[in-house]
């Protein structure tokens, strides 16, 4: 998406579509391997995190299904980020919002019809982001006149892909550090019983959801920054970035509240009423993760605007920061002070992470003002 929004920022047609070609190529040979990778390995996966075995059969199945659908994954975030990278962040929502409907009907369906338990569950996600990914494919082609493409521009180029690698590998590897912090911390709260695996899976569920609009921003900041990037514009990434603070800080303050009054109703959604142990540890971790919310909106905000100008490498740095501190709350709060421990360990991460972007973001941001100025391109306020 990101070299995607910089060759449309600069009106450089042909170069972009060809970047749109090899990138579904490479898509279609990466997601295969990562997904008879994982499935290969899932059982040992599981039992590294130290699975409790009275719920490791349901878990194999739902990670296994999970892993097989890889490229539908794989290229549901692909098509859409290529339409949001040409200007259009509705209609990849909307395509989101029917996936997910349609994976609430085929849940119910799988589960209470069929019979089918956990893996009914996992089927039902793997066929809603499939089927995402097939409409925005089609919806890409037809729309967008300007990815139609000729031969030439179909033909494997072994620059390109050595460009894309260029940006994807570090982005990758980022998130594939910070998921090693997060498989530690939940490995060391796994060790805590199955009540602390209940309460941070429901906490974990209700937290991916409200956080959205920060990942959201997030996305946003990389295309808009890469369309400016390319057009030579680093005046008005600024001017972006100070809009995604004010839109993030408010919605930071306002579930904020809302999750400190009603955290044990959100958990209700999740948990029997009887189980108050449960409920209640799950309202300590909405409470604490909530409160640095603040922390969150700018690590989005920064590290996607330093990927979207093509620094990737700097954002990966962000993410071993934020394993370093999960590793640390792993090895020593959660021994220490138990679930408490594990609420403290994704905002010790946003810390750490924020302590590395923002001297990141300061450096990159002066580096695109001295490259305008050498290359002689105009600078626009407006």
């Known amino acids: 998406g990101i070299p995607v929004a910089q060759k449309f920022g600069a009106r450089d047609y042909v170069t972009m579509r060809r970047y749109v070609s090899v990138s579904l190529k ?26 409790p075995e009275n719920i490791f059969e349901g878990a194999y199945l739902y990670l296994l299904i999970t892993f097989i659908g890889v490229p539908c994954t794989f290229f549901y975030n692909l098509l859409s980020s290529i339409i949001r990278a040409l200007g259009d962040s509705k209609t990849p929502f909307w395509f989101l919002l029917f996936s997910t409907i349609l994976n609430i009907v085929l849940d119910l369906f799988c589960i209470l019809t069929l019979g089918w338990g956990v893996a009914g569950a996992a089927i039902a996600t793997v066929f809603s982001q499939g089927l995402s990914a097939l409409l925005c494919y089609i919806y890409m082609y037809r729309k967008f006149d300007i990815l139609k493409t000729e031969p030439a521009d179909r033909r494997f180029r072994g620059d390109l892909v050595r460009q894309l690698l260029y940006i994807g590998i570090p982005m990758g590897l980022q998130f594939s550090i910070t998921a090693i912090g997060s498989i530690m911390l939940q490995s060391a ?11 941070f899976t429901a906490a974990m569920r209700i937290k991916m959801f409200v956080m959205c609009p920060l990942d959201s921003l997030g996305m946003a ?19 972006g970035i100070k809009s995604a603070t004010l839109m993030m800080t408010v919605y930071v303050i306002a579930i904020g509240v809302l999750m400190w009054g009603l955290a044990e109703k959100f958990a209700l959604l999740f948990i029997s009423p009887d189980e108050t142990e449960i409920i209640d540890d799950t309202a300590l971790f909405l409470h604490i993760n909530t ?5 969150l909106g700018m690590l989005s905000i920064l590290r996607y605007t330093i990927q979207g100008a093509g620094y990737t490498r700097l954002a990966m740095f962000s993410g071993v920061s934020e394993m370093v501190a999960r590793v640390l709350v ?24 924020n302590l590395f972007l923002v001297p990141a973001f300061i450096y990159v941001y002066r580096r695109l003002q001295r490259i305008v100025v050498k290359e002689g391109r105009v600078v626009a306020n407006s």
Do not use: E, H
């Open 26 to 51: 490479l898509a279609a040979v990466m997601s295969v391997a990562v997904a008879i990778v994982t499935s290969l390995l899932c059982g040992f996966i599981l039992r590294s995190m130290r699975t």
């Open 189 to 199: 709260n796994n060790a805590l019983g199955t009540a602390c695996v209940a309460a």
């Open 221 to 239: 900041m990389a295309t808009y920054s890469g369309q400016n990037y390319g057009a030579g514009k680093p005046d008005r990434i600024w001017m």
């Open 291 to 295: 409160s640095f919310f603040f922390l």
């Open 330 to 353: 792993s090895l020593i709060a959660v021994p220490l002070w138990g679930f408490w421990g594990v609420c403290f360990g994704d905002p010790t991460a946003w810390l750490f992470a």
